[in-house]
């Protein structure tokens, strides 16, 4: 099993510019989620996805920020424009949910590095 | 406001020492509970998960859930460099939709 593919995995950017953030879950999980993590806060839920429908994106910091999911085996996270401050790694995680609790536990992606100058 | 709260650390062990991590949830209603461990630079690793009051074994690994107290707990023992990460602590929403991080604890084991 591939596991949790993101892409890219560093990112460079100017302040301004839009951002693209990719990510491929495993086969046959239903559930995505897209978190932000920092030294200051930590790992942050910003959105997550349930077959393919958004959830909840409370934790989306602004309208900046936006997420799609077309398909199950593809989500995008954009960032337009970016700003210094949205430097941080970007993890995507997938999980299978169903009635069984032991299908929760969610398996992370290897994260994107962003640096926005 | 759902809230996972741990010590940041770091925690510091000598190799061979138990090592105990602590994480308090403010939810009564969640269900379910998980560790992870996080290596410098890397993305987090399930260690366990436990859903029933009492312990939970895995090798060196033992996970404590007391639910009357919203408590839970990771004990390593025979802790080695190795073991040397950060552990985050996580519960479930009452949905069982999504998880709650905490913060994180960070464990140094020296040789």
């Known amino acids: 099993d591939a596991g949790v593919i993101q892409s890219p995995r560093h990112e460079v950017t100017e302040m301004g510019q839009e951002v693209t953030l990719r990510c491929k879950p495993i086969s046959g999980h239903n559930s995505l989620f897209w978190y932000r993590q920092t030294m200051m806060r930590g790992l942050e839920l910003l959105i997550y996805f349930n077959n393919n429908v958004p959830i909840d994106d409370s934790g989306m910091p602004e309208d900046r920020f936006s997420a799609k999911m077309p398909n199950a085996s593809f989500s995008t996270l954009k960032i337009q424009p970016s700003e210094p401050r949205d430097s941080a790694v970007y993890f995507c995680?997938?999980?299978?949910?169903?009635?069984?609790?032991?299908?929760?536990?969610?398996?992370f992606g290897p994260g994107t590095r962003l640096l926005v100058l | 406001q759902k809230e996972v709260e741990q010590n940041s650390g770091p925690l510091s062990v000598p190799e061979g020492a138990i090592a105990s991590l602590n994480c308090t949830y403010s939810?009564?209603?969640?269900?379910?509970f998980f560790w992870y461990r996080q290596y410098s630079g890397k993305s987090p690793e399930l260690i366990m998960f436990?859903?029933?009051?009492g312990d939970k074994e895995d090798g060196r690994f033992t996970a404590q859930l007391n639910k009357a107290s919203q408590y839970v707990s990771l004990l390593i023992r025979d802790s080695q460099p190795s073991d040397s990460a950060t552990y985050l602590c996580?519960?479930?929403?009452?949905?069982?939709?999504?998880?709650?991080f905490g913060k994180g604890t960070t464990l140094s084991v020296s040789s």
């Open positions: 995680a997938s999980s299978f949910w169903g009635r069984t609790r032991n299908q929760e536990t969610q398996y």
């Open positions: 996580a519960v479930n929403n009452q949905a069982g939709t999504a998880l709650i």
């Open positions: 939810d009564r209603g969640s269900q379910s």
């Open positions: 436990i859903y029933s009051n």
